[in-house]
Antibody, heavy 118, light 109 residues
Framework: QVQLVQSGAEVKQPGAAMKVSCKASGYTFTAKYIHWVRQAPGQGLEWMGWIYPGAGTTRPAQKFQGRVTMSMDTSISTAYMELSSLSSDDTAMYYC???????????WGQGTLVTVSS | QSALTQPRSLSGSPGQSVTISCTGT?????????VSWYQEHPGKAPKLIIY???QRPSGVPDRFSGSKSGNTASLTISGLQAEDEADYYC?????????FGGGTKLTVL
């Protein structure tokens, strides 16, 4: 079955960078888009961007342009999301999600909690 | 890329029906038939319950249904059950971008 497994929780200092991994299994990794979504404590879902492993193309949300880097390693079916210049506003649960087709996210990682604190 | 507009909260009694609205623009909800809905229980990852405006993934009860008119999409839950108490998010394709709604907290009385 389709499964996305994310890296573990992190604590970062303001100004630092974070990098979350998302290992896919149960399907052809290069055939589906991977999206990144975050959720601040008590807040709603916020779309961050996508990567298409089949071509290595990415599309970050305008809010994160210049600060987010999405990448992948097809040899290990893993997508990565790196966010730089962290502030306390970036404290959130970060999810990767598979786009089955037409912008429908049918499988989600378990989430990675990133806390930004001095 | 402004968030889609959803009511912040709704409530209903077991057995009743509730409808959650999701209002966007012609650049997102109104422009494409790629609206999806997600159910989120506390401490859990979101779960896809409706895609392509009206389609239900395998395993999702037919009590959940979706529709769209103009720039507004809707999720209807009929025959409310206690386990339906959760947060619900709409999501729309917006031409290379994606936008979520602010979320609706559904309480089953």
């Amino acid at each position: 079955q389709v499964q996305l497994v994310q890296s573990g929780a992190e604590v970062k200092q303001p100004g630092a960078a974070m990098k979350v991994s998302c290992k896919a299994s149960g399907y052809t990794f290069t055939a589906k888009y991977i999206h990144w979504v975050r959720q601040a404590p008590g807040q709603g879902l916020e779309w961050m961007g996508w990567i298409y492993p089949g071509a290595g193309t990415t599309r970050p949300a305008q809010k994160f342009q210049g600060r987010v880097t999405m990448s992948m390693d097809t040899s290990i079916s893993t997508a990565y999301m790196e966010l730089s210049s962290l502030s306390s506003d970036d404290t959130a649960m970060y999810y990767c999600a598979r786009d089955a087709a037409g912008n429908s996210f049918d499988s989600w990682g378990q989430g990675t909690l990133v806390t930004v604190s001095s | 890329q402004s968030a889609l507009t959803q009511p912040r909260s709704l409530s209903g009694s077991p057995g009743q029906s509730v409808t959650i609205s999701c209002t966007g623009t012609s650049s997102d909800v109104g422009g494409f038939n790629f609206v999806s809905w997600y159910q989120e229980h506390p401490g859990k990852a979101p779960k896809l319950i409706i895609y392509d405006v009206t389609q239900r993934p395998s395993g999702v009860p037919d009590r959940f249904s979706g529709s769209k008119s103009g720039n507004t999409a809707s999720l209807t839950i009929s025959g409310l059950q206690a386990e339906d108490e959760a947060d619900y998010y709409c999501c729309s394709y917006a031409g290379y971008y994606t936008v979520f709604g602010g979320g609706t907290k559904l309480t089953v009385l």
